[in-house]
Structure formats: C-alpha cells, structure tokens
C-alpha cells in the first residue's frame, strides 16, 4: 500500500495534523505570529490540477507545511497529479500530510425495524501532497494583477454585502450577540505591522468580528459550549481567528497578529494537546463561518475566482447547512 493510501487505523491522521500544527503556534508563540499570520499572506492553498482551494483543517495544514518548508507557493498537489500535469516531484522530496473523508457503510442494529440494517458513516483518510517548490517542469499562474486600492475596495463590498449591522466607533472592536452588531474603532485608529498596513489591519478585524457575527442563532447558531465546555470561548476565538484568515487569504488582506489575543494561546494549545480533533473541528466552524459570508454576497459581487478559488456554496445548501451549526457569537 503507497503512502497516500494508508488508512487513519494505521497513522493517525488526526494526532498528527494536531500536532504539526500545535508546533507552528507554539513557534509563533512569543510574537503572536500564527501559521495564518505568515503563511496566510499566500491566500487559501490550491490543489494545482483541479485548480480548487484547500478547505478547511487542510488550509491550516497546509500553511503549516508552507511555514516549515520555507515554501513560497500557495499551489499544491499529490504526486500522482504532479505527473498528469507533465510535472516531476524532485529527489528527495517529503510530502505534507492532508486528511481526506471517505464514506463506507456498516450493519448497525435499526430498534425501530427490529433489524440490522446498513449504515452510513465517514472515515478520515490520509494523502500526500507536494508543494510547487518541490516540483519541476510545471509554472506557477500569474493571479490578475489588483492595486492596493482595488483590494480594499474589494473588502469593503465585502464587509458592506454581509447586511452586518457595522458600527463605528470606540475603543475597542468585538460583537456584540445582545444587540447583534458589530462594533470597531474607527479606521484612523488603526495602525500598520510589519506586514500589514493601517488600513489591512481595519479590515482583518472587521472580518474577524464578522466570523463571529455569523454564530448568531438567527444564522448558523455556533454553540461551543457543548463541544468545549469551559474553553468554549477562548475556542469561538479560534474560530474567527481561522475565519478571518481564510477570508484574507481569499480577498487578497494581509492578516497581522491580534495581540490582544495573546491570552488565549495558552488555551488553544491546551486543547489541541488534549483533543486530537479540536482543530479540526474548529476550522470547520471557521470554513462554514466564511462561506456563509460569501454567500450573503449580492449575485452579481461575489469574488471571482481570482479571489475566492474554492467552490462556492449553492444558495440554497448553504441556508440549510446554517441551521445545523454549533455556537454562539460573543465579543472579540
């Protein structure tokens, strides 16, 4: 059996995706600086043959394996893919580790018909995918080329397209669930990074408050608590730190470091140590939280592939998938 083909009964894919990424925060530890703060600045990963972003905990792995490879290319593949497109893996070279879902069936006893009868249920599966810095033979596409003036204004139309009750205003930016708006400062408040300027720094928050936003129960009805019990909140931040960095990536908004934030590491890494499949729950919740700001984009504005290269939910699936979220939104 190849490598890309072994079972999670035989590696565990969750204990070590977990754990690949639990390194990452803890180098970035000391500054605040996430697999998302550095790696995220390439935008969402792309699978190069189908030309589909990454989703999910693999957008997180991914970044990860970009931070540790010291890799400048968002475009990854498997080695098979690698080869349909006339390219070639170089010597040596060590793959990154992705988890896949396969559905499979099973006899379970059915007390209402008395019977055994076949069940569906999801099994995790490990592939290997390589970075175009470990290929040769292939070219990178060149993305259309956006000034800094048309990716803010791109975010704008964004954040605007939410319908999100946005105010102005104050010190300090957070959501609020008991009147359902969001509250941040105003932008003259903001000041640049070593990688972001003033204004990308506005907009990062904003997204983040708007991951939250979406946990309101009149939308996809976020609950943690059930999931997380005690550390429910410092993980709905996790959630929105993820969210927000996913919608970076798609818009094109260099992410910088909440230092205001910092608190929770120490939180987050409690969790991931303990529950192997933590993160990957709450990068879930963080995909779900940007696709629904996506789709409460006006028809004829939402990003373009050039932006936004994963699949685009349908209108109507997305509403229905809203009404089986996990959570409440609260303050940054």
Known sequence: MSESTKSASRRDVYREITDKIVAAIQVGAPEFEMPWHRSGALGRPVNAYTDFAYRGVNVVALWTATEFGHFNSRYWATYKQWQLLGARVKEGERGSIIVFFKETTREAY???????????????????????????????PKPPAKSQVEVMEEAERFAAGTKADIRNGGDRACYRPSGDFVQIPDRERFVGTKTSNPTECYYATLL???????????????????????????????VAELGAAFLCGDLRVANSPRLDHAAYIASWLEVLKRDKKAIFTAASKAAAAADYLTWLQPTDSVPTPSIYTGPLPLRTSVADASLSGEGESHGS
Request: cysteine-free.
């Open 110 to 140: 059915d007390e209402k018909e008395g019977e055994m009868v076949p069940e569906t249920y999801l099994v995790a599966r490990s592939s290997f995918v390589f970075n175009a810095n470990q290929i040769d033979g292939w070219e990178t």
């Open 208 to 238: 983040h408050e708007l991951t939250h936003w979406t946990g309101h129960k009149s939308r996809l009805d976020r609950d943690l608590a059930n999931r997380f019990g005690d550390q429910a909140y410092a993980m709905e931040e996790l």
